[in-house]
């Protein structure tokens, strides 16, 4: 299976008010292995950024006043990402600021390209009522996130591959398996080198059953296990 995890930085919150993309980061994921591909780009927003958008990502428009528009390289990224699972976080914000410069371009949703997991969902799901943004995931599923001083599109995208392998970690294909949380737990550890499982000799077996025939006669009931 083909996945490819997505992230996005903006000029602002809402694309309803004109705010457009300027990064694209995205890694391609084969087989829940990392495959080596990658889509980075940069991108002239022609307009203005949010200082407080600047503040989180570090991107000016001096800096990306010579880089390429989103209709400059729609078709290769389009290219990148067609029949693959989009897997990103918080996935409506993204995929509302690319399907509004799709609209521009009259390309048609991402829908019609790919399909989307949103893993933001996902954590919600697995961590109910904790916090479940990219650095609380980072730090829950040991990836080391200490090179992120501002948000990066690729480097969040390569942060977001690793939580989202670990949160789905235990999956031997990428369909799911139903197990119950003692066996999920279980079967955890074992991965993990922490359980081990002894099995009880002979002696050890005739020493238990010993002892549940001595609590039977105490308590004048037999045990029962």
Known sequence: MRQI???TETTGLDPALGHRVIEIGALEIVNRQASG??????????REIDAGAVQVHGLTNDFLADKPRFADISREFLEFVRDAELIIHNAPFDVGFLNAELARLKEGPVKRHCTVLDTLKMAKGLHPGQKNNL?????RYEVDNSGRAF??????AQLLAE???????GQETLGIDIATPAQAQAATLVRRGVLKVARANDLERAAHAS???????????????
Do not use: F, Q
């Not at 948000?151 to 969040?156: F, I, P, R, T, V």
């Not at 002892?211 to 296990?225: D, F, H, P, T």
């Open 5 to 7: 995890v997505l992230d």
């Open 37 to 46: 591909a990658t889509y980075h780009v940069y991108l002239n927003p022609e």
């Open 135 to 139: 650095d609380a995931l980072c730090r």
């Open 151 to 156: 948000h990066g599109a690729l480097l969040d």
């Open 163 to 169: 939580v989202y392998l670990g949160m789905t970690r």
């Open 211 to 225: 002892y549940l025939a001595g609590m039977a006669k105490e308590c004048g009931e037999v045990s029962a296990w």
